[in-house]
C-alpha cells in the first residue's frame, strides 16, 4: 500500500491510496468467508458447504465489490496513520480505479485537527483589573437600603417627584400593544428614571383614579430595536399616590440591617461584599482575557466540522432560554428587527472562537502534562450526585460514559486555565 497526503487547508487532507496485488488478495479472502456463508447448496446446510464448492457458485462481480469495499474500509485507518493524520469524522471516501485481482486506487477526505503552534503563553501580558470599591457604589447600596427601610403613606394629592405611584398601564405603537409594555400594579418611583424619558415626568401632576395618555417616542439608540426611535402611546391609571419617608442614616438605622454600632460598620460590611462579589467577575475576566491573549499569540484554524458542532450547541440552547421566556426563534428575530441569517452570523463568530480557545487549551494541557486522575472524577461525580439527588434524569445521566468524559474535560480546562493563571501572575 502507498500513500501520498493533499493539504486542502489547514484542517482538511485529502489522501491518494493505491492498493497493490497483495493488498487486494488479503481482502478476497474475506470477502469469499463472507459470502461463502450466505450460500446454499443443495444437501448441505447454509453457510455448511465446502470452501471450494460454495466459492466456484459465487457471482463474481459481488466477490469483486465485496473486495474492494473490504480493502477500503480496512485500510484507511492506517493510511490515515502513515501520513500521521488523526480524522475528525468518517473520511469521504472515492474509488478512482480499480483492477481486480491487480490493483486498486482510492481517495478519501477529512477534516483533521490542525497544526497548533503554542505562542508565548507565559508572557501573555494581561493585566488583571484592579478589585476598587467606588465611593458611590457603597453609598448606591445604602440607599437601596434606606428605601426598603422607607415608610410610605397613601395620600390624596397630586403626584410629585419622589413620590411612589401604583399605577396600571398599556403601551401601544399604531394602535396595537407590544410586547413587555403592559402591566397591572406597577410600583414606579417618580424620578428614578426607570422608564423612557418623559414616561414619569407625565404622572406628575395627576392624582389617584386619573386616567391619562402619554405620548411618548422611544429613544433612538433603545436595546429593543423594534421599538428604537418609535412613535408610543401610554394609557395609563394611576390608582395610588404613596408619599416616602426615608429613615435617617444613624446608629439606629446600622443596627436594623444587623450587627452593626454604626454606619461606618454598616459602609465597612457593603464594601466588604462588594470585593467579594468584584473578585469572582474579575477573576473570571482574567482568565477569559488570558485565553483571548493565548489565541492571538498562536497559530490555530477552526476544523469546520468543530465549528459545527459548537452552532449547534449554541443554537440548542438560544432555543431553550427563548422557549423560557415564551418565544420562538421567529419571535425573537422578529421583535430584534433581526433575521436567522444575521444571527447564524454572530453565532458562527462565537462558535470560532469556543473551537480556538478549546484547542489551543488541550495543546497546552498537553504540553504543561495536565491531567484529571479517576479519582477526581469520581468525586466530582459524588458530588453532582448530591447535588442533582432531587432529579431521576439528571442522576442517570451521570451514568452515562460520554457525561463522564464531558466531566473530565472541563475539569481539565478548569485546571488549564488555573495554570494560565498562576504562570501570568507576577
Known amino acids: 500500500m502507498k500513500v501520498k497526503s493533499k493539504k486542502l487547508s489547514d484542517t482538511r487532507v485529502e489522501i491518494t491510496v493505491t492498493l497493490e496485488k497483495d493488498d487486494l488478495e488479503k481482502?478476497?479472502?474475506?470477502?469469499?468467508?463472507?459470502?461463502?456463508?450466505?450460500?446454499?447448496?443443495?444437501?448441505?446446510?447454509?453457510?455448511?458447504?465446502?470452501?471450494?464448492?460454495?466459492?466456484?457458485?459465487?457471482?463474481?462481480?459481488?466477490?469483486?465489490?465485496?473486495?474492494?469495499?473490504?480493502?477500503?474500509?480496512?485500510?484507511?485507518?492506517?493510511?490515515f496513520n502513515q501520513v500521521e493524520k488523526s480524522p475528525l469524522v468518517i473520511p469521504k471516501v472515492n474509488v478512482t480505479k480499480y483492477v481486480p485481482g491487480e490493483s486498486a486506487e482510492y481517495t478519501a477526505e477529512a477534516d483533521i485537527l490542525p497544526e497548533i503552534k503554542l505562542g508565548d503563553y507565559k508572557n501573555l501580558k494581561v493585566k488583571k483589573d484592579e478589585n476598587k470599591v467606588l465611593k458611590k457604589d457603597i453609598?448606591?447600596?445604602?440607599?437601596?437600603?434606606?428605601?426598603?427601610?422607607?415608610?410610605?403613606?397613601?395620600?390624596?394629592?397630586?403626584?410629585?417627584?419622589?413620590?411612589?405611584?401604583?399605577?396600571?398601564?398599556v403601551g401601544k405603537k399604531n394602535g396595537e400593544a407590544f410586547q413587555g409594555g403592559t402591566a397591572k400594579d406597577y410600583h414606579l418611583e417618580l424620578g428614578s428614571k426607570s422608564f423612557i424619558p418623559g414616561f414619569?415626568?407625565?404622572?406628575?401632576?395627576?392624582?389617584s383614579g386619573d386616567k391619562f395618555e402619554l405620548n411618548l417616542t422611544f429613544p433612538k439608540n433603545y436595546g429593543e430595536k423594534s421599538l428604537a426611535g418609535q412613535k408610543t402611546v401610554f394609557e395609563v391609571l394611576l390608582k395610588q399616590v404613596n408619599t416616602i419617608k426615608l429613615p435617617k442614616l444613624d446608629e439606629e438605622f446600622a443596627k436594623k440591617c444587623g450587627p452593626f454600632k454604626s454606619m461606618d460598620e454598616l459602609r465597612a460590611d457593603i464594601e466588604k461584599n462588594i470585593k467579594l462579589q468584584n473578585e469572582h467577575r474579575i477573576e473570571e475576566k482574567f482568565k477569559d482575557d488570558l485565553v483571548d491573549a493565548l489565541v492571538k499569540c498562536s497559530t490555530v484554524s477552526a476544523p469546520e466540522i468543530l465549528i459545527e458542532d459548537q452552532l449547534r450547541v449554541i443554537k440548542a440552547d438560544f432555543e431553550r432560554n427563548a422557549a423560557t421566556s415564551g418565544q420562538s426563534l421567529e419571535d425573537?428575530?422578529?421583535?430584534?428587527?433581526?433575521?436567522?441569517?444575521?444571527?447564524?452570523?454572530?453565532?458562527?463568530e462565537v462558535a470560532i472562537k469556543r473551537v480556538e480557545a478549546s484547542l489551543v487549551l488541550q495543546v497546552l494541557a498537553n504540553k504543561a502534562n495536565i491531567t484529571v486522575p479517576e479519582e477526581e472524577v469520581s468525586a466530582k461525580i459524588v458530588e453532582l450526585r448530591d447535588?442533582?439527588?432531587?432529579?431521576?434524569?439528571?442522576?442517570?445521566?451521570?451514568?452515562?460514559?460520554?457525561?463522564?468524559?464531558?466531566?473530565?474535560?472541563?475539569m481539565a480546562i478548569e485546571k488549564t486555565l488555573d495554570y494560565l493563571v498562576k504562570v501570568n501572575t507576577k
Do not use: C
Not at 414619569?200 to 392624582?207: K, S, T
Open 387 to 410: 447535588v442533582y439527588k432531587k432529579s431521576p434524569e439528571a442522576l442517570k445521566n451521570l451514568k452515562d460514559p460520554r457525561v463522564k468524559m464531558d466531566i473530565r474535560n472541563r
Open 27 to 79: 481482502a478476497r479472502k474475506t470477502a469469499i468467508e463472507r459470502l461463502t456463508k450466505e450460500i446454499k447448496l443443495e444437501g448441505f446446510r447454509k453457510g455448511k458447504a465446502p470452501k471450494e464448492l460454495a466459492e466456484k457458485v459465487l457471482d463474481q462481480n459481488a466477490v469483486a465489490q465485496e473486495t474492494i469495499d473490504i480493502a477500503v474500509r480496512t485500510t484507511v485507518p492506517t493510511a
Open 139 to 169: 453609598e448606591e447600596i445604602v440607599e437601596n437600603i434606606r428605601k426598603a427601610y422607607a415608610e410610605k403613606t397613601a395620600e390624596k394629592k397630586k403626584a410629585e417627584l419622589g413620590d411612589e405611584v401604583i399605577i396600571d398601564f
Open 200 to 207: 414619569e415626568d407625565g404622572i406628575v401632576g395627576h392624582e
Open 332 to 348: 425573537y428575530f422578529k421583535a430584534n428587527s433581526t433575521t436567522e441569517k444575521e444571527w447564524e452570523k454572530q453565532a458562527r
